[in-house]
């Protein structure tokens, strides 16, 4: 049974949106095209991983003793996680889940998160299938996030799959539009225990591995190519067709 998640409310610093190009200027440079393709892979990966994990570690903790609660491995879910009444939590820089008194595994589990437009649902016991992430409604959202199991410090490990579109006018008078595919690799990214973040702007770059890339066209013509690229399991690097020739 596929259980759905809604969740309530906007965040309205999670609104601005670094679009490839607004109409009246052009945003065709390295930091604007760095800006844009990090909102869209914060937007199509990151919160969706973050989404996630934040739900899985509260289950851990409802899951768990008084004296298990007390062990290093629940370090941060007793800093993070706050018990507001019988079924609804508070989680720091996340907000508040109403489990509804139900296990997230249950099948009929109906956990609503209160803190920001987000609509996605259970697809199989490790998968979740998210369609939309902020009230971007010119855009199509697509992204699994997948529970693969734990690394050796005990932090839980996401495959995460993307692909979506964005189109933005070129220009008012002409008519004229940029075509942006957003996607992510060859089998997804992982992305290591994604926490949740005080400030759109100050996302914490989780470890991982994989390409978040995104390419451009107009009217059937390639333009530019963006990605951001996973090295040393660690380190999230940007280049683009601007860079790469120099």
């Keep these: 049974m596929k ?32 800006n844009y393709t990090w909102e869209m892979l914060v937007s199509n990966v990151l919160i969706p991983a973050e989404t996630v ?42 907000g508040n889940v109403d489990t509804n008194g139900k296990r997230l595994a249950e099948a009929d589990s109906q956990w609503e998160v209160k803190n920001g437009s987000r609509i996605f649902e ?18 199509e959202i697509s992204t699994t996030v997948t529970y693969t199991g734990k690394d050796s410090k005990g932090r839980n490990i996401f495959n995460v799959e993307a692909y979506s579109t964005d189109t933005c006018t070129v220009s008012r008078h002409s008519g004229k539009t940029v075509n942006a595919t957003i996607f992510t690799g060859e089998g997804g990214m992982t992305i290591i225990n994604p926490l949740p973040y005080s400030s759109h702007y100050n996302v914490p770059e989780p470890e991982g591995s994989g390409i978040f890339r995104i390419e451009t066209d107009t009217d059937g013509s390639s333009l530019d190519w ?9 380190d999230l690097v940007f280049n683009c067709s601007l860079t790469s020739n120099l």
Excluded: P
Aim: hydrophobic residues 35%.
């Design 3 to 34: 259980r759905s998640f809604i969740a309530l409310g906007i965040c309205a610093t999670l609104l601005c949106s670094c679009k490839l190009d607004n109409g009246s200027e052009s945003k065709h440079d390295v930091t604007r095209m760095q």
């Design 53 to 94: 994990n934040s739900l899985m570690m509260l289950d851990e903790y409802m899951a768990a003793g008084k004296e298990e609660r007390q062990g290093d491995a629940f370090a941060w879910h007793r800093e993070n996680i706050f018990q507001e009444d019988e079924t609804t939590f508070f989680i720091e820089n996340f």
């Design 122 to 139: 259970r697809t199989s016991e490790d998968s979740w299938k998210f369609t939309k992430v902020f009230s971007y409604e010119e855009m």
């Design 226 to 234: 963006m990605e951001f690229r996973y090295y040393h399991g660690k």
